[in-house]
């Protein structure tokens, strides 16, 4: 059974950066699509960025495109999230997830093993 474990969330003050890691293991990652997301208090989670793994193509939502970089590292089971010029409105827990397949979707329901999240906090 895969486990996803995320870290490198914090309190940054707004214009600085976090990346942040999310190592899996009991499974390789090496075929399905990877993606980041994240959740606002009150709010539906939202994507952020997604690799589809075999190719490294990315994807990101246009409110963090330029700022943030998804990548990969196959040999350590593991997917980042660069976080730069990060604003207010960034505040949020990210989770990465699992793609039910190899290309990458936008909606949570194509994704079935997630992470249990960290905490980003932006100050003003």
């Known amino acids: 059974q895969v486990q996803l474990v995320e870290s490198g969330g914090g309190l940054v003050q707004a214009g600085g950066s976090l990346r942040l890691s999310c190592a899996a293991s009991?499974?390789?990652?090496?075929?399905?699509?990877m993606g980041w997301f994240r959740q606002a208090p009150g709010k539906e989670r939202e994507f952020v960025a997604a690799?589809?793994?075999?190719?490294?193509?990315?994807y990101y939502a246009n409110s963090v495109k330029g700022r943030f970089t998804i990548s990969r590292d196959n040999a350590k089971n593991t997917v980042y999230l660069q976080m730069n010029s990060l604003k207010p409105e960034d505040t949020a827990v990210y989770y990465c997830?699992?793609?039910?397949?190899?290309?990458?979707?936008?909606?949570?329901?194509?994704?079935?093993?997630w992470g249990q999240g960290t905490q980003v906090t932006v100050s003003s």
């Open positions: 690799v589809r793994w075999g190719y490294g193509t990315t």
């Open positions: 009991g499974r390789t990652l090496n075929t399905n699509a």
């Open positions: 997830a699992i793609g039910r397949t190899e290309v990458p979707e936008t909606s949570p329901n194509g994704y079935d093993s």
